[in-house]
């Protein structure tokens, strides 16, 4: 099992629209979760992370992190063109908290 | 604009070339990171710098060798390289080691292409 685990995709969905992208992971003590986003050619950019249980909301994004079920999930409201990117979730596992392990990421296309 | 520079942006080297990455932080920040990352494909951990010290290297090969002289610099040497570690190499930095609330803010990275 890879220790953190997202969908590739790619998701479309118009714009306008709520964008939902899903992330699993694999160690249960995890602390810290990240949502970064990645243009074609371009670093990633931190979206937003959270580590309590429950919804963190900045802006159009809504991050929500539900640890028993080790699960964690960014929502993009009013979906734009410019949204359309890569979302890597990335995960501080209890076992090394200095680590921080990405999925794979999934890919978000925003259709006009 | 990112607050993580790394130079040089390009770098075209041969396999008996040696040369060096180069990255800077003036955040403060106290933990240090290597990434490195393929075509489609997450950034993938090499090295960890807490507080100066190397504190996490996840079995890189030695032909990649880090170095942190001081809490703002991070270098990466590099000697004897083979092509398929042609990739993108990042930066980045986070302000504590270990922390929940403790973020990476990565470089712009260098493009590496070994022929």
């Known amino acids: 099992q890879k220790e953190v685990e997202q969908n590739s995709g790619p998701l479309s969905v118009p714009e306008g629209a709520i964008a939902s992208l899903n992330c699993t992971y694999s160690d249960r003590g995890s602390q810290s979760f990240f949502w970064y986003r990645q243009y074609s050619g371009k670093s990633p950019e931190l979206i937003m992370f959270i580590y309590s249980n429950g919804d963190k909301e900045d802006g159009r994004f809504t991050a929500q992190l539900n640890k028993a079920s080790q699960y964690v999930s960014l929502l993009i409201r009013d979906s734009q063109p410019s949204d359309s990117a890569t979302y890597l979730c990335a995960v501080s596992p209890y076992s090394s908290a200095s680590k921080i392990i990405f999925g794979s990421g999934t890919r978000l296309s925003i259709r006009p | 604009d990112t607050e993580v520079t790394q130079t040089p942006k390009h770098l075209v080297m041969g396999m008996t070339n040696k040369k060096s990455l180069k990255c800077e932080q003036h955040?403060?920040?106290?933990?240090m990171y290597w990434y490195k990352q393929k075509a489609k494909k997450p950034p993938e951990l090499m090295f960890v710098y807490s507080y100066e010290k190397l504190s996490i290297n996840e079995s890189v090969p030695s032909r990649f060798s880090p170095e942190c002289p001081n809490s703002s610099l991070l270098n990466l040497h590099l000697h004897a390289l083979q092509p398929e570690d042609s990739a993108l190499y990042l930066c980045a930095s986070s302000p504590l080691p270990g922390q929940t609330n403790s973020p990476l803010h990565f470089g712009n990275g260098t493009r590496l292409t070994v022929t």
């Open positions: 955040m403060g920040h106290r933990a």
